[in-house]
C-alpha cells in the first residue's frame, strides 16, 4: 500500500486507512464512558467495605492514569519498532482487559484489569498518532484528525447508549462493550501497514527550524491537556449540576450529555473547512468563544433549554479546538520521532482527563457552580481572545505581503 496523501483523490470513507484510525480514536470515549453506568450495581455488588466503595469510584480514571504513566515509553517503542505491530497488541489486550469485568470474580482484580485497559490504550493511542503521521499531511491531515474528533464523539455516543442499556441487564454486562473491538480485527490487520524504512523525514511546517520545532509540540501538548482538562468538567460534573437545579432524572444527563457529544460530531466535520477559510488562529478563536458562550450560558440562564444550548455548544467548541493541536503536532515531527510526538499528545489528553475532576470538586465546593462557571468562561474568552488578536495580526501581515 502506497503511503501517500490519497484522501486529495477519494473520500475519508473510502480509504480504508483513515477509517481504521477513526475506528481506534472512537475506543478514547469507550475507555472511561462506558463503565460510568455499571457503577452503582458494582457498588451494590461489592457493597459493605468502604474501602471497596473508593476503589469503585477510581474505576473510571484508573485508565487515565496508566496511560500517563506508560506513554512515554510507548512512544519510545513506536520509534524503534513496529507500529502496527504495536498498534495490533494494544487491541488485542484492550479486548482481554477491558471485558475481563464480566467475570472476575474481586474488585481488587477488576482494578488491576482496568490499569492494564490503561496500558493498552497508551499502545493504541500512541501508536495510531504516529501512523496518523505517517499516512497522510497537509490538507489531508486536517481532514483526518477532525473526522477522527468526529468519530470519537459519535462513537462515544453509540457505546454509552448500549452500555446503558446493558447496565439494565446486570452490573457487569457492560464490561462486553470491550470486546466490540474484536469484530473489525480483520479490517485492523489487513489494512494497517507500517510506513517504508526508508521513507524521508517529512517536515510540513517548513517555516519551523529543528531547534524551535520540539518546544513547539510541548507547548501544543500544554494546550491540549488544559483545553481537555476544561472540557472534561462536563462529563465529570454536569449530573450534579443538573441535580442542583432540579433535573435529577438519569434520563435529562443522558440527553445533556448526548447533546454535548453530538454537537462535537458534527462541529468536528466542519473543521477543515474553517481552517483553510481563517487558519488555526482563527478557529482556536472560535472554538474557545464557543466554549465560554456554552459555560456562561449553562451556570447564569435558568431555562432548561438553556442546559441543552450550552452542552451543545461547548462540545461544539472543543471539537474545533483540538484538531489543531494534533495535526499541527505531527506536521512539526520528523517521521522517526513521531512516536514520542503521539505518546506526548496521548499522555497530554489522559493527564486532562485525570486532573479534570480533582481540580474542578474543589473548585466548585469552594466557590459554587455560577463562580466557577463563569470562571471557566473567562479564562475560555481570553484564549479566544488571544487567538483573535494572533488571527488579525496574521491578516494584517498577509496583506502587508500582497
Not at 38 to 46: R, S
Not at 261 to 279: Q, S
Request: aromatic share 10%; charged share 10%.
Amino acid at each position: 500500500m502506497q503511503l501517500t496523501n490519497e484522501l486529495e483523490e477519494r473520500p475519508i470513507r473510502r480509504d480504508p486507512r483513515a477509517v481504521a484510525l477513526m475506528l481506534v480514536a472512537s475506543l478514547t470515549v469507550m475507555t472511561a464512558a462506558t463503565i460510568s453506568p455499571a457503577l452503582p450495581g458494582l457498588e451494590t455488588q461489592f457493597a459493605g467495605d468502604e474501602t471497596y466503595s473508593f476503589l469503585i469510584r477510581l474505576l473510571v480514571p484508573a485508565p487515565s492514569l496508566a496511560v500517563v504513566l506508560f506513554a512515554p515509553w510507548c512512544g519510545v517503542i513506536a520509534d524503534r519498532a513496529s507500529r502496527r505491530s504495536m498498534l495490533l497488541a494494544g487491541l488485542i489486550l484492550f479486548i482481554i482487559s477491558g471485558s475481563a469485568g464480566l467475570f472476575l470474580p474481586t474488585l481488587p482484580l477488576i482494578m488491576a484489569s482496568r490499569l492494564c485497559l490503561g496500558i493498552a490504550l497508551a499502545m493504541i493511542m500512541t501508536a495510531q498518532s504516529a501512523l496518523l503521521g505517517d499516512y497522510f499531511s497537509g490538507k489531508t491531515l486536517h481532514i483526518v484528525t477532525s473526522a477522527q474528533v468526529s468519530a470519537r464523539n459519535l462513537g462515544g455516543f453509540v457505546f454509552i447508549m448500549i452500555a446503558g442499556l446493558l447496565a439494565t441487564v446486570g452490573p457487569r454486562f457492560p464490561f462486553a462493550v470491550y470486546a466490540l473491538p474484536i469484530l473489525v480485527m480483520p479490517f485492523f490487520w489487513r489494512v494497517i501497514v507500517d510506513p517504508p524504512s526508508s521513507m524521508p523525514a517529512e517536515q510540513s511546517l517548513s517555516s519551523i527550524n529543528a531547534g524551535k520545532t520540539q518546544p513547539l509540540i510541548y507547548l501544543l501538548a500544554l494546550g491540549q491537556m488544559v483545553v481537555t482538562m476544561l472540557f472534561f468538567v462536563m462529563p465529570t460534573q454536569l449530573p450534579f449540576f443538573l441535580s442542583g437545579q432540579g433535573y435529577s432524572s438519569p434520563a435529562m444527563t443522558g440527553a445533556a450529555l448526548g447533546t454535548l457529544m453530538l454537537a462535537g460530531g458534527a462541529a468536528a466535520l466542519y473543521y477543515p473547512r474553517l481552517r483553510e477559510a481563517i487558519g488555526y488562529a482563527g478557529n482556536w478563536a472560535c472554538g474557545f468563544g464557543l466554549m465560554a458562550m456554552g459555560f456562561a450560558t449553562l451556570v447564569t440562564v435558568k431555562a432548561g433549554v438553556a442546559v441543552f444550548f450550552g452542552c451543545a455548544a461547548i462540545g461544539a467548541g472543543y471539537a474545533l479546538a483540538i484538531p489543531g493541536f494534533v495535526a499541527i503536532s505531527l506536521s512539526a515531527t520528523s517521521s522517526n520521532k513521531r512516536g514520542k510526538t503521539g505518546a506526548l499528545l496521548t499522555g497530554s489528553v489522559f493527564l486532562g482527563q485525570f486532573l479534570s475532576p480533582l481540580i474542578s470538586t474543589p473548585a466548585i465546593s469552594a466557590w459554587g457552580w455560577r463562580a466557577s462557571g463563569i470562571g471557566l468562561a473567562v479564562i475560555l474568552g481570553a484564549l479566544a481572545l488571544i487567538s483573535g488578536l494572533a488571527f488579525q495580526r496574521s491578516r494584517l501581515v498577509a496583506l502587508r505581503k500582497n
